[in-house]
């Protein structure tokens, strides 16, 4: 089975430039995560969605960050404008909605702002 | 609020040794759900177990095993006989019932280093 897919895997841009990263969750999961990883802060929700409606975003960091879930395979991270201090790893996760559902990770897409 | 610590940030072992990882919790729900992750070089996350707080048996699984203390709000993991592929990052995460959805809290991981 697929495993949840994210692109790309690397992004370099420049700061003020606009940037979508991509996730298709596994198929029949229903809650879908994004999370950012950094050195400094670790592992923080950004935002999740259950059956393509955004529940909780209360980790997105600033108006600069949104989110869309269209449908219940895709979804898009976006940042615009970019700032060097976005530089991480974005992981999305797709989960059952089930309480003792493990969330399943992508292998994450990490950005680098210059 | 939940909170999820692990102390060591760093563990280095040689090969065959055993180490135990610590991961105390807080939260104020009586049902809650417990998950170890492990991030090898590659970056994925791997999920290892989870665990709901009713049930404090331990577990193990070859190599591994986790042992629950509610009493003391531990959800430690241990590795048997380490290898040099265990070398990763591990996170502890909770998750609580009454929150809405499956969402994790994570501690801030603690890095295994097993030398040869």
């Known amino acids: ?114 | 609020a939940q909170k999820v610590t692990q102390a060591q940030t760093e563990i280095s072992v040689v090969e065959k040794e055993d180490v135990t990882l610590d991961c105390v919790y807080e939260t104020r729900d009586t049902t809650y759900y417990l998950f170890w992750y492990k991030q090898p070089p590659s970056g994925e996350l791997v999920f290892l177990i989870r665990r709901n707080s009713f049930d404090e048996q331990n577990e193990i699984s070859g190599r591994y095993s986790w042992n629950f203390q509610k009493s003391t709000s531990s959800f430690n993991f241990t590795i048997t006989a380490s290898q040099v592929v265990d070398s990763a990052v591990y996170f502890c995460a909770l998750s609580e019932a009454e929150a809405a959805g499956n969402k994790l809290t994570f501690g801030g991981g603690t890095r295994v280093l097993v030398k040869p």
């Open chain 1, 1 to 114: 089975d697929a495993g949840v897919i994210q692109s790309p895997r690397h992004e370099v841009t420049e700061m003020g430039q606009e940037v979508t990263l991509r996730c298709k969750p596994i198929s029949g999961h229903n809650s879908l995560f994004w999370y950012r990883q950094t050195m400094m802060r670790g592992l923080e929700l950004l935002i999740y969605f259950n059956n393509n409606v955004p529940i909780d975003d209360s980790g997105m960091p600033e108006d600069r960050f949104s989110a869309k879930m269209p449908n219940a395979s895709f979804s898009t991270l976006k940042i615009q404008p970019s700032e060097p201090r976005d530089s991480a790893v974005y992981f999305c996760a797709s989960s059952l909605t089930a309480e003792n559902s493990p969330l399943h990770f992508g292998n994450g897409t990490r950005l680098t702002v210059t």
